[in-house]
Nanobody
Framework: QVQLVESGGGLVRTGGSLRLSCVVS????????MGWFRHTPGKEREFVAV????????YYADSVKGRFTISRDNAKNTVYLQLNSLKSEDTAVYYC??????????????????WGQGTQVTVSS
């Protein structure tokens, strides 16, 4: 089994920054990709970013490209999401997700096998 625990959410003003963390525990050897998604009420869960656990490959949603950065620290079994130049539309619950393989349609939430409980990010103007 794999457990994912996010932290780092909070309230920030427009233009501000946050860094989210996702600690991975359990059978970490089964993880191949780590992604971040976000969800707001009334909408489907939205892909944000993904990275491969053992390779320097990263992919981003167009809406966050150039503002958000996904990174990982394998020694700490932790994946990060740096959020810069935040906008009100970035307000959401952010979830990290782990996948046992890399799919070409990595934007689909169904391609991930493990999920954290989420952390709230609120951007105020």
């Amino acid at each position: 089994q794999v457990q994912l625990v996010e932290s780092g959410g909070g309230l920030v003003r427009t233009g501000g920054s946050l860094r989210l963390s996702c600690v991975v525990s359990g059978s970490t050897g089964s993880i191949y990709t780590m992604g971040w998604f976000r969800h707001t009420p009334g909408k489907e869960r939205e892909f944000v970013a993904v990275t491969k656990w053992s390779a320097d490959s990263t992919y981003y949603a167009d809406s966050v490209k150039g503002r958000f950065t996904i990174s990982r620290d394998n020694a700490k079994n932790t994946v990060y999401l740096q959020l810069n130049s935040l906008k009100s539309e970035d307000t959401a619950v952010y979830y990290c997700a782990g996948g046992r393989r890399f799919w070409s349609d990595y934007e689909r939430a169904g391609r991930y096998d493990y999920w954290g409980q989420g952390t709230q990010v609120t951007v105020s103007s």
